[in-house]
């Protein structure tokens, strides 16, 4: 019973965590042979284009106030608990616990739980893996993912190039969230409209922008602290609902 139902439904969950896989295995090969001027451009070039992918998502929304809301109230609980203060220490734990001394270079240790975190955030919350999700698990339709593993995994490449082996765990984070989604879906999947899969997407635009701002080094930016917004956005959305007044 357990493998004809959560295999076909996971294969393409496990597809793009061994598409991350393969990119940190790649990239981090890049990343020990790039000597310390080179690894600036590549920050550079992969910040850059993070901003672009977190512009193209945030723009989606149609309800500017609901996502400012979201953000402002989700950031405020996030500094509060210290979500990101926790990301981090459970990424120095799978430092600690997996990963040998030997094989980070000296003074590298604080760039594993970066590359865990931007690496599991940039993955995750875009709407191509709740999309993804919702289809394999409904549908049994796994081209969205596929499609996704693919750019996961170059995407993998630039990342590790630049944090290191941190980047190759957050397969760990794909496959709890995304695989969680593929097995909830059938149950939540009424519940979910294309405005709300707009939202959300925004919501995570925006975080992701706040990554490329921290590999340029313009400002050290608490991201993962914002995560309580995507729960926030779609609870705004249902009391808009309620009220019946868009935007409130």
Do not use: W
């Not at 914002?226 to 249902?238: K, Q, S, W």
């Amino acid at each position: 019973m357990f493998k004809t139902v959560i295999v076909p439904y996971m294969i393409a969950t496990y597809v793009n965590c061994a598409a991350v896989l393969l990119g940190s295995f790649i990239g981090l090969i890049i990343h020990k042979r790039l000597k310390d001027r080179f690894q600036e451009a590549v920050f550079i070039a992969i910040g850059l284009i993070t901003l672009v992918i977190g512009m193209k998502m945030s723009i989606q929304t149609s309800r500017i106030l609901l996502l400012t809301i979201s953000l402002v109230i989700g950031g405020l609980f996030g500094y509060r608990v210290g979500i990101e203060d926790g990301i981090y220490r459970f990424g120095e734990f799978l430092n600690r616990k997996f990963v040998p001394k030997k094989a980070i270079p000296e003074g590298e240790d604080k760039n594993f739980p970066k590359g865990f975190l931007s690496a599991s955030v940039l993955f995750c919350v875009g709407a191509m893996s709740i999309i993804g999700s919702f289809q394999a698990g409904t549908e049994g339709n796994y081209d969205l993912i596929f499609t996704k593993s693919v750019m996961d995994g170059f995407v993998a490449i630039l990342l590790t190039a630049s944090f290191g082996i941190g980047v190759a765990f957050s397969v760990i984070t794909i496959f709890v969230y995304q695989g969680g989604l593929t097995l909830l879906s059938r149950a939540i999947s009424p519940y979910v409209s294309e405005l709300l899969l707009n939202e959300i997407s925004a919501v995570g635009g925006v975080m992701i922008i706040m990554i490329g701002i921290n590999l340029l080094k313009l400002k050290e930016i608490k991201t993962a602290n914002f995560l309580p917004a995507l729960v926030c956005i779609p609870l705004f959305l249902f009391l808009e609902n309620i009220l019946g007044i868009p935007g409130f």
